[in-house]
């Protein structure tokens, strides 16, 4: 599919805003780090060879009876019990009295004078999951280790596991409701403004009695009944956000309707549904992407604000709110505020430069050099 001459035009403006530029190549790296979370953090690992034969413990459930364990339960691969199976090829009682010390010696390829046929495993560069508790001394919350590089949370959670996966979260979740919430809202404005008249006095009244509605006491009365859960939230979000679009939306098609093209067009046959989305809202895009910054932003307030309240995803969930929550009852551990703090800074400034690029490449009067 060509592209056309005006969004050439436009690809150009936003690559001559260097901040925009530099904001998204940024965005996009971290994005995609934060995709591929599960072969980065994980408290499985990501390959194991045992007895000649490949394991994906991040894909699949292997119980520990897989790797001549004695439990049905999945297995706890941290565990030196665990990792001593796997080495040894699953030879269990040496590995039930020392483990790290048969571990040791089957390195030699035997152990107690048996061969065995060695087992190994690929770890992730943070071999910690965001929901397991980390096996560290001292009291929770632990500071920095080398081992943990952004300490842990109160309940001794890696917190840069947490940081990478609720990165992740926080950016689907703010996508999702954004890509809906533009969706319902420039419909409903495109309606209102286009046709006008008894339609649009009627959807003012529906508007003003529907952003009247306490959010909160929603959310509240909702999860209540049905359980916290992230489709629900992010069903919630569009239900309330859809609205700041339309006021926007409407005051820029109540203008355009009345243009001689707008007037022409209907003479010549062309349908509504063409004249509005064909004509009158390329034109109204920039207006409409004036809002996105906010969109974005507001999204991932949202979603922090309600975690923050305790109303937000289920407590197991990485999230960027919680952990905020946490830095704000654990004063004595500075780590975890400047943590959530650079988090969102970062994540909150390369949005809104990367959408500020994008309305300014909308806008046929700004021509960057």
Request: charged content about 20%; glycine content about 8%; hydrophobic content about 50%.
């Amino acid at each position: 599919m060509a592209i056309s001459a005006l969004n050439k035009r436009r690809w150009r403006n936003f690559k001559s805003n260097r901040r925009s530029w530099y904001s998204l190549w940024i965005f996009l790296i971290l994005f995609g780090i934060s995709l591929c979370a599960e072969f980065i953090a994980n408290d499985k690992p990501i390959l194991i060879q045992y007895r000649g034969e490949y394991f994906t413990p991040i894909f699949h459930f292997y119980p520990e009876t897989a790797f001549g364990g004695d439990f049905k339960t999945e297995a706890i691969y941290r565990d030196p019990e665990v990792k001593c199976l796997i080495v040894t090829g699953g030879l269990a009682d040496p590995c039930y009295d020392d483990p790290e010390g048969v571990i040791a010696d089957a390195q030699d390829g035997e152990v107690d004078g048996q061969k065995i046929e060695k087992g190994w495993a690929i770890w992730p560069l943070i071999p910690y999951g965001y929901s397991r508790p980390v096996d560290v001394p001292g009291a929770a919350p632990s500071p920095p280790t080398r081992d943990n590089w952004l300490g842990t949370d109160d309940t001794k959670r890696d917190v840069l596991a947490r940081v990478i996966y609720g990165f992740r979260l926080s950016i689907i979740f703010t996508l999702i409701v954004t890509t809906l919430t533009s969706i319902v809202g420039i419909a409903a404005g495109a309606v209102q403004g286009f046709f006008g008249g008894w339609i649009d006095l009627i959807f003012q009244r529906i508007l003003e009695i529907w952003t009247a509605i306490p959010q909160l006491y929603v959310i509240i009365i909702l999860f209540a009944i049905l359980g916290r859960s992230f489709w629900l939230l992010v069903f919630v979000a569009v239900l309330f956000g859809w609205p700041s679009l339309v006021g926007v939306v409407r005051a820029e098609f109540l203008r355009a309707r009345n243009f001689e093209y707008i007037r022409a067009a209907r003479a010549l046959g062309v349908s509504n549904s063409r004249i509005m989305f064909r004509h009158v809202l390329p034109n109204a895009m920039v207006a409409t992407l004036t809002l996105l910054p906010f969109l974005v932003t507001g999204a991932i307030g949202t979603l922090a604000s309600l975690d923050f309240l305790g109303f937000g995803l289920p407590s197991s969930a990485p999230s960027l709110g919680e952990l905020t929550l946490q830095a704000k009852s654990n004063l004595q551990a500075p780590w975890l505020a400047f943590t959530a703090f650079f988090t969102f800074a970062i994540m909150l400034s390369l949005l809104v430069f990367i959408f500020e690029g994008i309305r300014d490449a909308f806008d046929p009067r700004k021509t960057f050099k």
